[in-house]
């Protein structure tokens, strides 16, 4: 049986996360800082480790990219990751790098060439910090589930309920 590290993990974001999180058990919000305990974050929280690249290595060599005849981007970014993933047990560090990731793929600069006019800044705030949690989700590669977390976008989608949640 394996055993994985329960101790609480205390990270500081660059950004004040909603404290609505607070209500998720396992979940502790005061402003930049979040503390999570894995025994009630997780529904299942079996492995430790997780794959990540710097935030600024994918910056600054695989932003820039281009899909080309012998290569879509997608196969760029999987031998990206080979090149350049490494294992860490830091958990902080992963919602850390998270964090970094989803600001720049939800960023409010955006909201002017979507073309939903529904969608704000809040909404855009809303799946960074709910993506940022997910990170800590995982699957091996044989396909088994290993960490789930209590954060999903079931409530969030809901058609006409934006107080859900």
């Known amino acids: 049986m394996t055993t994985v590290d329960t101790a609480t993990i205390t990270v500081e ?10 209500r998720l058990p396992g979940i502790t919000v005061d402003g930049k800082k979040i503390t999570l305990n894995p025994a009630e974050y997780f529904f299942r929280f079996e492995a430790n480790t997780w794959l990540v690249i710097d935030w600024q290595t994918v910056t600054d060599g ?21 090149a350049h993933g490494r294992s860490t047990s830091d958990t902080g560090e992963v ?16 909201l002017a060439t979507l073309g939903l006019p529904d969608v704000t800044a809040e909404h855009l705030k809303m799946l960074r910090e709910a993506a940022t949690f997910m990170a800590l989700n995982e ?22 309920d934006r107080d859900a949640g």
């Open 139 to 160: 699957v091996e590669l044989d396909g088994h589930i290993s960490n789930v977390g209590r954060p999903r976008f079931r409530a969030a989608a809901r058609h006409g």
């Open 95 to 110: 919602l850390s790098i998270a964090y970094q990731v989803y600001s720049y793929l939800f960023r409010d600069e955006h």
């Open 13 to 22: 974001l660059p950004d004040a996360f909603d404290p609505r999180w607070n």
């Open 62 to 82: 695989l932003l820039g990219v281009d899909e080309t005849e012998a290569a879509s981007v997608e196969q760029m970014a999987l031998e990206f990751v080979k």
